[in-house]
T-cell receptor
Framework: DTGVSQDPRHKITKRGQNVTFRCDPI?????LYWYRQTLGQGPEFLTY????????KSRLLSDRFSAERPKGSFSTLEIQRTEQGDSAMYLC????????????FGEGSWLTVV | GDSVTQMEGPVTLSEEAFLTINCTYT??????LFWYVQYPGEGLQLLLK?????DKGSNKGFEATYRKETTSFHLEKGSVQVSDSAVYFC????????????FGIGTKLQVIP
């Protein structure tokens, strides 16, 4: 396995711009998760996919956020009209999807909104 | 809802000292419990896990025992090394295979030579 990969690793954007992050999960992992982590805090759940179906979205995921996983492989997380409060690390993770199974995290995508 | 409470850091220890990081949780039923570690500049890695009461997870000299009666999952290591310096996160996954993991705020450990 090559691990979960995320791109870009770092993004600096001006307030009001749109940004998109991509996540490539470990092959054959049917579940994919997005989390957000701010400095000094633990990761917070945003959303998850079972194959291509988005099964739950946290209330943290406002209307400006959208996530997709076409064909059940890679996923994208788009943030529209970014705000300074969106500055955080966005973590992607994947798993086989059985209770207690290991969830593998990527190295994260750092977003700074200026 | 589910929650995880862990001791705030930073925790500073000398090399070869004994480590304990406390973690307690609130959840319905019997969740799975995890410790994740985040080294500087890297992503989260699973350190150890326990999926039922009285289970002990262990890895790289670290141990944690799932205590249902005290709703705790404290992390311990008998002799820390400088290379153990990292942020440690306690986490839980609710029963049923849903796998929405809830994390604590993390405890930063710094080990000095």
């Amino acid at each position: 396995d090559t691990g979960v990969s995320q791109d870009p690793r770092h993004k600096i954007t001006k307030r009001g711009q749109n940004v998109t992050f991509r996540c490539d999960p470990i092959s054959e992992h049917n579940r994919l998760y997005w989390y957000r982590q701010t400095l000094g805090q633990g990761p917070e759940f945003l959303t998850y996919f079972q194959n291509e179906a988005q099964l739950e979205k946290s209330r943290l995921l406002s209307d400006r956020f959208s996530a997709e996983r076409p064909k059940g492989s890679f996923s994208t997380l788009e943030i529209q009209r970014t705000e300074q409060g969106d500055s955080a690390m966005y973590l992607c993770a994947s798993s086989v999807g059985t209770a207690g199974n290991t969830i593998y995290f990527g190295e994260g995508s750092w977003l700074t909104v200026v | 809802g589910d929650s995880v409470t862990q001791m705030e850091g930073p925790v500073t220890l000398s090399e070869e000292a004994f480590l304990t990081i406390n973690c307690t949780y609130t959840a319905t039923g019997y969740p799975s419990l995890f410790w994740y570690v985040q080294y500087p500049g890297e992503g989260l890695q699973l350190l150890l896990k326990a999926t039922k009461a009285d289970d002990k997870g262990s890895n790289k000299g670290f141990e944690a025992t799932y205590r249902k009666e005290t709703t705790s999952f404290h992390l311990e290591k008998g002799s820390v090394q400088v290379s153990d310096s990292a942020v440690y996160f306690c986490a839980l996954e609710p029963p049923g295979g849903y796998q929405k993991v809830t994390f604590g705020i993390g405890t930063k450990l710094q080990v000095i030579p």
